[in-house]
T-cell receptor, first 115, second 114 residues
Framework: AQKITQTQPGMFVQEKEAVTLDCTYD???????LFWYKQPSSGEMIFLIY????DEQNATEGRYSLNFQKARKSANLVISASQLGDSAMYFC????????????WGAGTKLIIKP | DSGVTQTPKHLITATGQRVTLRCSPR?????VYWYQQSLDQGLQFLIQ???????AKGNILERFSAQQFPDLHSELNLSSLELGDSALYFC?????????????FGDGTRLSIL
């Protein structure tokens, strides 16, 4: 079954520390995409980073990087030098060619950055 | 700003009523997706349109319908509303709907059923 698992319901991190949010996925498809989105308390859904299943290099976008380990089926998000504004829900999602690229979502991780 | 516009931002209505949610995709994007985010079900895919044609259907109830117009804006129609339909409804768009294309989301419409 196609599934995304985020095992950390919530995390507290000290400001300026790096944080890793875990995501594992389950699919037998060879072609898929992995995404991370941020949802602040105001509710909007903000795209952070993307990794394709055939990409050999880990994706990076500013302070965000995706630690892609294909054999382990994991796609962890790493936020370097966390800031107070990083406090939000973070969702890992997967799109599959065989499912017309609809996003399959994890349950999310609530990240709180402590000053 | 994602470039995806959703209206209205908030909607309060009663059971049994019908509402229409509107979405304008980012300029140049042909594919529109609708998602529902509720407390008990999390985020769920509802339906996808590409250039005016329905492309994929997810967990969309028969009481719900959608369409994409020639100018590429999309509407999600919810009828015979029930308390359980209270949720945040998102529209997202992408250029063509491929897996290597991030979906960019609007700010959502928060629907409350009283």
């Amino acid at each position: 079954a196609q599934k995304i698992t985020q095992t950390q319901p919530g995390m507290f991190v000290q400001e300026k520390e790096a944080v890793t949010l875990d995501c594992t996925y389950d699919t037998s498809d060879q072609s898929y995409g992995l995404f991370w989105y941020k949802q602040p308390s105001s509710g909007e859904m903000i795209f952070l980073i993307y990794q394709g299943s055939y990409d050999e290099q880990n994706a990076t976008e500013g302070r965000y990087s995706l630690n892609f380990q294909k054999a382990r089926k994991s796609a962890n998000l790493v936020i370097s030098a966390s800031q107070l504004g990083d406090s939000a829900m973070y969702f890992c999602a997967m799109s599959l060619m065989d499912s017309n690229y609809q996003l399959i979502w994890g349950a999310g991780t609530k990240l709180i950055i402590k000053p | 700003d994602s470039g995806v516009t959703q209206t209205p931002k908030h909607l309060i209505t009663a059971t049994g009523q019908r509402v229409t949610l509107r979405c304008s995709p980012r300029s140049g994007d042909l594919s529109v997706y609708w998602y529902q985010q509720s407390l008990d079900q999390g985020l769920q895919f509802l339906i996808q349109y590409y250039n005016g044609e329905e492309r994929a259907k997810g967990n969309i109830l028969e009481r719900f319908s959608a369409q994409q117009f020639p100018d590429l804006h999309s509407e999600l129609n919810l009828s015979s509303l029930e308390l359980g339909d209270s949720a945040l409804y998102f529209c997202a768009s992408s250029p063509s709907g491929g897996s290597n294309q991030p979906q960019h989301f609007g700010d959502g419409t928060r629907l409350s059923i009283l």
